[in-house]
């Protein structure tokens, strides 16, 4: 990969505790992205259900896990 490869940090179920996560991180300083499994073909919402990961730069990985050691 390279300089701007991305790594997994944090996995949960829901959009919603990875945007808190995201949140957390960017507040320090680590910028971060969501990345959300498809949950269904069907269009409904079944509790924000589905995988989502929190990725950073691998140069902040460190940095990211320290952080988030007690969530």
């Excluded at 990969?1 to 960017?26: D, F, H, P, S």
């Excluded at 300083?29 to 995988?51: F, L, N, R, T």
Aim: with cysteine; charged share 30%; hydrophobic share 45%.
């Amino acid at each position: 990969m390279g300089q701007n490869e991305l790594v997994v940090v944090y996995t949960t179920q829901g959009a919603l505790r990875a945007e808190i996560i995201k949140g957390k991180l960017e507040s320090a300083g680590i910028p971060a992205m969501i990345k959300c499994e498809a949950q269904s073909v069907i269009p409904m919402i079944v509790d924000g259900i589905g995988k989502a990961e929190v990725l950073v730069l691998k140069e902040r990985e460190q940095e990211a896990r320290e952080l988030l050691k007690e969530e």
